[in-house]
């Protein structure tokens, strides 16, 4: 019987978790033998999110190829998706097309109906451990703010002092410019088009891009 193997990480994980292109490689190769399993081919998505489904083209090869009676093996649900809609959207598209899917890390095989209950419960507690972190994160930043602690790069208007935010007064007063203009009417691209035409720096130094201008408004309207 045949295998497929798929492969992703993100610069970030490769460095923080261990979980390199070539170990995931190794580990799926290991499971192929250990399995009497014949691996066909290995997509990669490289430095990838793995937000979006679609824009991963290893990933839709991988399905694509994916016929009856084969196995999409990974190395864990983690590097096939980060939400439970598209982690059932690609078991569906698997079982349609008579395929199997095995994830290494949990152990999952979803040859049977255990395998795929398992699978399905491990998704939904993927997605709520992700949430739960995202809500611990809003919340601690929304403290820093909130105490006037830093927690954010250091933002236009501000200067940061022993880890606390004071205000800048030159800056501030160009924070209120931009924000007086642009209740005016004046479009983001007029607004950092006349900072760059009269020589003033960004935070960095550098030229006023639009971004650059809605995110000064941004900040003094959190």
Not at 30 to 52: F, M
Not at 55 to 84: C, I, P, W
Not at 110 to 137: N, Y
């Amino acid at each position: 019987m045949k295998a497929i193997g798929y492969i992703r990480v993100s610069t970030e994980q490769q460095a923080g978790e261990g979980v390199s292109l070539e170990a995931q490689k190794a580990k799926i190769e290991a499971w192929c033998i250990a399995n009497d399993r014949e691996l066909v081919a290995v997509y990669v998505d490289a430095g990838i999110s793995g937000k979006s489904m679609e824009k991963r083209q290893g990933l839709q090869k991988a399905l694509d190829d994916a016929g009856r009676g084969m196995a999409l093996v990974v190395y864990s649900l983690s590097r096939l998706a980060r939400s439970t809609k598209d982690t059932l959207t690609i078991s569906e598209r698997l079982d349609k097309a008579g395929a199997d899917l095995v994830s290494l890390s949990e152990r999952i095989d979803t040859t049977g109906a255990a395998g795929k209950m398992m699978f399905r419960m491990l998704a939904v507690l993927a997605e709520f451990e992700r949430d739960v972190i995202s809500e611990r994160t809003t919340l601690a930043l929304a403290h820093k703010k909130a105490m006037g602690q830093k927690y954010a790069p250091v933002p236009f208007g501000y200067q940061e002092i022993e880890g606390r935010l004071e205000a800048v007064e030159a800056e501030a007063q160009l924070v209120a410019e931009i924000q007086n203009k642009r209740q005016a009417g004046y479009t983001l691209q007029s607004i950092a088009d006349n900072l760059n035409e009269r020589g003033i720096k960004g935070k960095q130094g550098g030229r006023w891009h639009p971004s650059n201008v809605r995110y000064v408004l941004q900040r003094v309207a959190a």
